[in-house]
């Protein structure tokens, strides 16, 4: 009996034994655990773009569309739903734009201005006729310019930064960093598109989106060509096994020497525009001055030009 008694007691010491080994193979994955969320954590939150005041105040004025969104939708003339999304996608989705609050912002500013237009009207302003119709029609079509605007010059700015970038990652892939852990370092420090593109690119890598899906999401939501002339570079060097590092340093020099191209061409351009406003404005008013001056002078007689006001 007491034989059993010492068994059982040895059980319960051994038993209790691997439930304290357990309890801290737990605590240190736990702590494991809590370490890795902290650090995916922070690198999402280093490519989200925060959001100024300004652009926090417009995002709250914007919310008021909502209630115009079903009749946007209905009212889509130059707005379908599909080339709105595009648009948005370019864009970066401005102010927190979504399809459903952009159909309902070009309505809402298609009433204000019709509000407006009305109240010249019974003020009796000059051409308020032509406000009461003008106005709204403003509101309506400057939303869908104001959005194409956007999108432009997003993309643009987006082919402005990519030779800085790729000249960083070429110089990091360079010292055999690998490409994935070279954009979790770069890309923190960039601001701009290039920032929210390649760190939404990481995001889905992180969350197992395979690479090549992930490629063309970055195709589908930019246009620009020097963008989309990297990642296809990228997607080929990595299908026929060519060292990134040489393709960013390649795509750099090239897009540079575009760069130079565009540059001496709107100087190119300019030429003309300043000659023509020489001729056609900066000449003939000169001349008109010059010729006043001898008609005034004939009439005063030689006399003091000052003395003819008098």
């Given at each position: 009996?007491?034989?059993?008694?010492?068994?059982?007691?040895?059980?319960?010491?051994?038993?209790?034994?691997?439930?304290?080994?357990?309890?801290?193979?737990?605590?240190?994955?736990?702590?494991?655990?809590?370490?890795?969320?902290?650090?995916?954590?922070?690198?999402?939150?280093s490519?989200?773009?925060?959001?100024t005041?300004?652009?926090?105040?417009i995002?709250?004025?914007?919310?008021?569309?909502d209630?115009?969104?079903d009749?946007?939708?209905?009212?889509?003339?130059?707005?379908?739903?599909?080339?709105?999304?595009k648009?948005l996608?370019?864009?970066?989705?401005?102010?927190?734009?979504?399809?459903?609050?952009?159909?309902?912002?070009?309505?809402?500013?298609?009433?204000i201005?019709f509000?407006?237009?009305?109240?010249?009207?019974?003020?009796?302003?000059?051409?308020?006729?032509?406000?009461?119709?003008l106005?709204?029609?403003?509101?309506?079509?400057?939303?869908?310019?104001?959005?194409k605007?956007?999108?432009?010059s997003?993309?643009?700015?987006?082919?402005?930064?990519?030779?800085?970038f790729?000249?960083?990652?070429?110089?990091t892939?360079?010292?055999?960093?690998?490409?994935?852990?070279?954009?979790?370092?770069?890309v923190?420090?960039?601001?701009?598109?290039?920032k929210?593109?390649?760190?939404?690119?990481?995001?889905e890598i992180?969350?197992?989106?395979?690479?090549?899906?992930?490629?063309?999401?970055?195709?589908?939501?930019?246009?620009?060509?020097?963008?989309?002339?990297?990642?296809?570079?990228?997607?080929?060097?990595?299908?026929?096994?060519v060292?990134?590092?040489?393709?960013?340093?390649?795509?750099?020099?090239?897009?540079?020497?575009?760069?130079?191209?565009?540059?001496?061409e709107?100087?190119?351009?300019?030429?003309?525009?300043?000659?023509?406003?020489?001729?056609?404005?900066v000449?003939?008013s000169?001349?008109?001055l010059?010729?006043?001056?001898?008609?005034?002078?004939?009439?005063?007689?030689?006399?003091?030009?000052?003395?003819?006001?008098?």
């Amino acid at each position: 009996m007491d034989g059993l008694i010492v068994i059982f007691i040895i059980m319960a010491l051994g038993f209790f034994a691997l439930c304290l080994r357990s309890f801290y193979i737990y605590l240190v994955e736990k702590q494991k655990l809590k370490e890795e969320i902290k650090e995916k954590t922070f690198i999402q939150h280093s490519y989200e773009r925060k959001l100024t005041r300004k652009e926090k105040v417009i995002s709250r004025m914007f919310k008021f569309a909502d209630d115009f969104s079903d009749l946007g939708q209905r009212i889509n003339f130059f707005s379908e739903n599909e080339d709105v999304k595009k648009l948005l996608t370019q864009a970066g989705f401005p102010y927190q734009l979504t399809i459903e609050r952009f159909q309902g912002l070009k309505i809402f500013l298609l009433i204000i201005g019709f509000f407006i237009g009305a109240i010249l009207l019974l003020l009796r302003f000059p051409f308020s006729q032509f406000m009461v119709i003008l106005l709204p029609v403003i509101g309506y079509m400057g939303t869908i310019l104001w959005l194409k605007s956007k999108a432009k010059s997003r993309q643009e700015e987006l082919s402005y930064q990519l030779p800085d970038f790729l000249d960083t990652m070429s110089v990091t892939l360079q010292a055999g960093v690998g490409l994935d852990h070279a954009l979790r370092e770069i890309v923190p420090y960039f601001e701009g598109p290039i920032k929210e593109e390649f760190g939404r690119f990481i995001q889905e890598i992180d969350v197992g989106v395979p690479r090549p899906e992930a490629y063309k999401s970055l195709l589908e939501r930019n246009e620009s060509k020097d963008f989309q002339l990297l990642i296809r570079s990228l997607i080929q060097g990595e299908k026929l096994g060519v060292p990134i590092s040489n393709t960013f340093k390649q795509i750099s020099e090239e897009m540079r020497k575009i760069k130079k191209e565009k540059i001496k061409e709107k100087a190119a351009k300019a030429s003309p525009k300043i000659t023509l406003v020489t001729t056609f404005l900066v000449m003939p008013s000169a001349l008109i001055l010059i010729g006043g001056l001898m008609i005034m002078n004939m009439f005063s007689q030689n006399k003091n030009l000052f003395m003819f006001f008098k």
